[in-house]
Nanobody
Framework: EVQLVESGGGSVQAGGSLRLSCTAS?????MAWFRQAPGKQREGVAT????????YYADSVKGRFTMSQDVGKNMVYLEMNNLKPEDTAMYYC????????????????????WGQGTQVTVSS
């Protein structure tokens, strides 16, 4: 069992920045960030393979969000810049110990472990 704990959420005005962190209790092969706004489906935001620079982003955040990691600490980060009101959501960290192939990397059912989420609110 892997526990994931997110932090770093908050409220910010449009155009601002936030940095989310996620700490895993054990090694995982792939980690990702998802988000879910009220009344909407959970959306994959970014994913990274442990120990590599292999990242993948949703089109909606490309060029604004950057996912990075500290392998030694089992941590991943999501640097969010130029935030927009439509970025408002609960952000979740997800992880899996297995490599499930190069397709559907932002599919929620790909990841076995999930954190409790951290709220991000962007005001206009």
């Amino acid at each position: 069992e892997v526990q994931l704990v997110e932090s770093g959420g908050g409220s910010v005005q449009a155009g601002g920045s936030l940095r989310l962190s996620c700490t895993a209790s054990a090694y995982t092969y792939e980690m990702a960030w998802f988000r879910q706004a009220p009344g909407k489906q959970r959306e994959g935001v970014a994913t990274i393979i442990s120990g590599s620079t292999n990242t993948y982003y949703a089109d909606s955040v490309k060029g604004r969000f950057t996912m990075s990691q500290d392998v030694g600490k089992n941590m991943v980060y999501l640097e969010m810049n130029n935030l927009k009101p439509e970025d408002t959501a609960m952000y979740y960290c997800a992880a899996d110990r297995l490599w499930r192939g190069g397709q559907d990397r932002l599919a929620a059912n790909r990841y076995q472990y999930w954190g409790q989420g951290t709220q991000v609110t962007v005001s206009s």
